[in-house]
């Protein structure tokens, strides 16, 4: 089956814009995280949705940052007055529950965000 | 809070034997997970230890300490294959991830 997909692969944006970075889930998985990635780091929560509700967010670095997950498949992490900072690779990972610590975290390719 | 050290560079020939070693301070404990991740790529999952003691999954282990907050990845009969990112990471409440700032190995022919 498909993996965890995101949109777009990189985005280049001036500094002060807005962006949407789209991630796409594994079929079923209830449980999906954002994380965000320095060059030479480890990736950093921002994120945690269980379904459709935001169950953590305490990662978000400040009110710029917003995500959303409708219907509890897709999210979309969105961005405002993006700031040089703010360039990092995006991940997103899924689970299918959520609920344990052995439940495994599929990750995407990422979105290499770089703002101008 | 939690926080996780381990090397940043480690570099050996195909081949041998490799050790990632991995030290975590947590608030709470559930676990210590592995993951890999090349260049451009999306970090996969490679193994996760709940209790002490070694997991073998093929030519991967990874061992646990509890009493030690301490656990390693051990890397056997090493390929080309095998250079990337290594890093370690514990799950918190919700299982979301604190990674380390993982290790670059370098498998040299």
């Known amino acids: 089956g498909a993996g965890v997909s995101q949109t777009p692969s990189n985005k280049v944006t001036e500094k002060g814009k807005y962006v949407e970075l789209r991630c796409d889930p594994i079929?079923?998985?209830?449980?999906l995280y954002w994380y965000r990635q320095s060059l030479g780091q480890g990736p950093e929560f921002l994120i945690y949705?269980?379904?459709?509700?935001?169950?953590?967010d305490s990662g978000l670095p400040n009110d710029r940052f917003f995500a959303v997950r409708p219907e509890g498949s897709v999210s979309t992490l969105k961005i405002q007055r993006t700031e040089r900072g703010d360039s990092a690779v995006y991940l997103c990972?899924?689970?299918?529950?959520?609920?344990?610590?052995?439940?495994?975290?599929?990750f995407g390719p990422g979105t290499r965000l770089t703002v101008l | 809070g939690q926080s996780l050290e381990q090397p940043s560079e480690v570099t050996a020939v195909e081949g041998a034997i490799v050790q990632i070693n991995c030290t975590y301070q947590?608030?709470?404990?559930?676990?210590l997970s592995w993951y890999q991740q090349h260049d451009g790529g999306a970090p996969t999952f490679l193994s996760y230890?709940?209790?002490?003691g070694l997991e073998e999954t093929g030519r991967f282990s990874s061992f646990l300490s509890r009493s030690d907050s301490y656990g390693y990845l051990l890397l056997q009969e090493l390929q080309m294959k095998d250079s990337a990112s290594y890093f370690c990471?514990?799950?918190?409440?919700?299982?979301?991830?604190?990674f380390g700032g993982g290790t670059r190995l370098m498998v040299k022919p």
């Open positions: 990972a899924s689970s299918p529950s959520g609920g344990a610590a052995t439940d495994t975290q599929y």
């Open positions: 079929s079923g998985h209830t449980a």
């Open positions: 949705f269980q379904g459709t509700g935001a169950a953590d």
């Open positions: 947590t608030s709470g404990f559930y676990g």
């Open positions: 230890n709940a209790l002490d």
């Open positions: 990471a514990v799950p918190g409440a919700g299982n979301m991830l604190t």
